[in-house]
């Protein structure tokens, strides 16, 4: 069986570093494809691997079957061997990256060192992502540094969204807490509701959401709180206590502290009067209303 390769590779410069996140490089590869490693980079690189099996080591040996749809972390400083099976090969897309975004990529859960075989739900987001990678790829493009490392953002998202151990509708202790975020329940309240632990629930929030439950549900209350003070005259006291604050006071420090400027100041900044109030339905940017004479 014969195998087809395609890539790009880049040399980004240290300003483009600054902007987080840089592509190094790029491929499109499917087929009986030669083994790769065993090996070591000083990079990470996402093996997305859209179907077909093959099989992986990593530091402690073991081969490990992988079937696609799977995703292969590769991170800088750890050993690793993998390759398609001969008989039945694989259709693969990688892409090389880094840059200092990666820590918090990693602290945040979208990267997972500890896990390097990933199964995916579906690769279609993550393709398209590398597609753009791809079209941006072309010789001579000026763009090239920044549009790549836009869709490399694009693509840890997409991966994230795509694994297999996340719903297609997301995680549904996290619907639950975005559902009762405004209720005032403290965060060992809103586990005992879902049957869990707070040590339960901070791992699960964790590993779904990449942050503690306190800071999901803070979110949630603050970006509802903002869209009332941009939107309503209700006084700040009233704003509060719809986004789960009894405490005036507490709440605007604590949206000083987390927003960089008071409830008030925000509202002088943001206010947006509109008569009948805001839209709840989310327009379409490919299908906007049109605008009457």
């Not at 061997?81 to 840059?99: I, Q």
């Not at 700040?236 to 949206?255: N, T």
Request: charged share 20%; hydrophobic share 35%.
């Amino acid at each position: 069986m014969t195998y087809h390769t395609w890539m790009r590779f880049f040399t980004p410069s240290p300003l483009h570093h600054r902007l987080g996140l840089v592509c190094l490089g790029v491929g499109l590869q499917h087929g009986a494809l030669p083994t790769v490693g065993p090996r070591t980079l000083d990079h990470h690189v996402a093996v997305i691997v859209n179907s077909g099996t093959g099989w992986f080591k990593g530091p402690d040996g073991r081969r490990t079957p992988v079937t696609g749809p799977s995703l292969i972390w590769l991170t800088p400083g750890t050993p690793h061997h993998y390759g398609a099976d001969p008989g039945t090969g694989w259709d693969e897309s990688f892409v090389d990256f880094t840059g200092p975004a990666t820590a918090t990529y990693t602290e945040l859960g979208y990267i997972e060192p500890e896990r390097p075989l990933v199964p995916l739900a579906d690769t279609a987001a993550p393709r398209a992502a590398v597609g753009r990678i791809v079209r941006a790829a072309r010789r001579g493009n000026p763009l090239l540094e920044v549009e790549t490392g836009a869709a490399v953002h694009e693509l840890l998202v997409s991966l994230r969204r795509a694994r297999a151990d996340i719903g297609p509708d997301g995680d549904p202790v996290l619907q639950a807490l975005a559902r009762d975020a405004y209720q005032p329940l403290t965060v060992a309240q809103h586990a005992s509701r879902h049957g869990m632990t707070p040590a339960e629930l901070r791992t699960a929030v964790r590993r779904g959401a990449g942050c503690s439950p306190k800071d999901y549900l803070l979110g949630i209350r603050l970006g509802r709180a903002k869209e009332l003070l941009a939107a309503t005259d209700l006084p700040v006291a009233a704003v509060a206590r719809r986004v789960g604050y009894d405490d005036p006071a507490y709440f605007s420090r604590l949206f000083a502290r987390r927003v960089g400027t008071a409830p008030v100041r925000f509202r002088e900044q943001q206010g947006r009067s509109v008569p009948g109030g805001w839209s709840d339905r989310v327009p379409d940017p490919d299908d906007p209303p049109t605008i009457g004479p």
